[in-house]
């Protein structure tokens, strides 16, 4: 029986880079776009996926759908070329409502099998997107939504930031209402960090503090649950059915593999990702920045500290069957979160709430202590 798969395709071009990304991406490269899509299905055509059928897709970036649909197919049909695709396969490509609103564009894609969009709306006020250098308005948004429901998308989900340049409260209340309002299937709302090296760190001093941004994440938590979204990671919120099957693999340690510069992967038993270097991947001579053999400790440090990512949270029983080690050690140090309104264990199951996510580096940094002092 052929063991599930996900696969992951990192698209690095994209029309502006905005001033908050550190993500390997790079703007006014559209010449290399073709020779880009063959090195890609040069890449595939060359990978081992025997014994694998793979279950999700993932055109990630960058912007895919920078790309258009004629390249995208073609990516995808080299995808299923490659290795064989599950029959319900969850296909998802991000996209920029810029870039998004064609619904022919967008019916070209679903026809070609792709069942899901990632859409980076990140604020319904135009004036926020300026100031984070993002190429498309609120009236776009719209535009991207109404013309993927035309093509026939039945699985849409939206990116949010929140802790925008003086953002309040009260923005963000009314960002998340806008967004609610467009009845997307899922919502990612990530908090803005100033990354080193970006344009964003020089004015760092304009985005709101942590107790703003503590205060903006707990009433998403609270907002997206009292309308219908259910959180089932930190971050993430889906109607039920409707969590990305993609990520979950991230965070359950399922398999899967990916391609182009930037790319991770967890495959075969190792982590390894692709050097952030186009020139050399056009010239088909990819290298790997990063590989490691994971051993059964690293394995069980990872099963903790993304499972503590997640609303589903550690159960005892799962962790000394999948581990062969003792629960008993965590819980005093869980029991004392819990205690403090960090943690609540339903059913066996220990997990952190949404005031137990925004400490949640802190939180599992202890447990992982625990784990080395073995």
Not at 230 to 257: D, M, V
Not at 312 to 334: Q, Y
Request: charged share 25%; glycine share 10%; hydrophobic share 40%.
């Amino acid at each position: 029986m052929s063991k599930p798969l996900g696969i992951y395709i990192h698209v690095p071009f994209c029309k502006q880079k905005c001033v908050y990304c550190d993500f390997y991406s790079l703007p006014r490269r559209e010449g290399d776009m073709d020779a880009y899509v063959s090195a890609l299905r040069a890449q595939l055509a060359e990978a081992d996926f025997s014994g694998y059928e793979a279950d999700t897709v993932y055109f990630g970036g960058g912007t895919p759908s920078y790309l258009g649909p004629r390249r995208l197919t073609v990516l995808l049909e080299a995808v299923s070329a490659a290795c064989p695709l599950a029959p319900e396969a969850e296909i998802t490509f991000e996209a920029n409502p810029d870039s998004a609103g064609d619904p022919g564009a967008l019916s070209a894609l679903r026809r070609a099998g792709f069942s899901r969009i990632s859409l980076g709306m990140q604020s319904a006020a135009d004036g926020e997107l300026r100031a984070i250098g993002r190429v498309h308005t609120m009236t776009q948004v719209r535009s991207a939504v109404e013309a993927a429901r035309q093509a026939g998308f039945e699985n849409l989900s939206l990116d949010l930031i929140y802790g925008l340049p003086g953002q309040d409260l009260p923005r963000w209340r009314d960002n998340l209402a806008a967004a609610a309002e467009l009845g997307p299937e899922h919502l990612s709302c990530y908090g803005l960090k100033a990354e080193p090296g970006t344009p964003l760190y020089a004015r760092r001093d304009t985005l709101p503090g942590d107790e703003v941004q503590a205060d903006m994440y707990l009433e998403t938590a609270d907002f997206l649950e009292g309308r219908g979204w259910r959180q089932y990671e930190i971050s993430n919120f889906a109607r039920p059915g409707r969590e990305s099957r993609h990520n979950l693999k991230y965070w359950t340690l399922g398999e899967y593999a990916g391609f182009g510069p930037g790319a991770h992967s967890d495959f075969r038993g190792r982590r390894y990702a692709w050097e952030r270097d186009l020139t050399s991947f056009l010239r088909g001579v990819p290298s790997l920045s990063e590989s490691q053999a994971m051993t059964p400790k690293d394995r069980a440090a990872e099963w903790l500290m993304l499972s503590l990512r997640t609303v589903r949270g550690l159960e005892a029983a799962e962790w000394e069957a999948r581990f062969c080690r003792p629960f008993a050690p965590f819980a005093p140090f869980l029991t004392r979160c819990a205690a403090a309104g960090y943690a609540l264990r339903e059913q066996g199951r220990w997990r952190l709430t949404p005031r137990g996510f925004l400490v949640s580096n802190q939180i599992i940094g202890e447990l992982l202590d625990q784990i080395q002092e073995e």
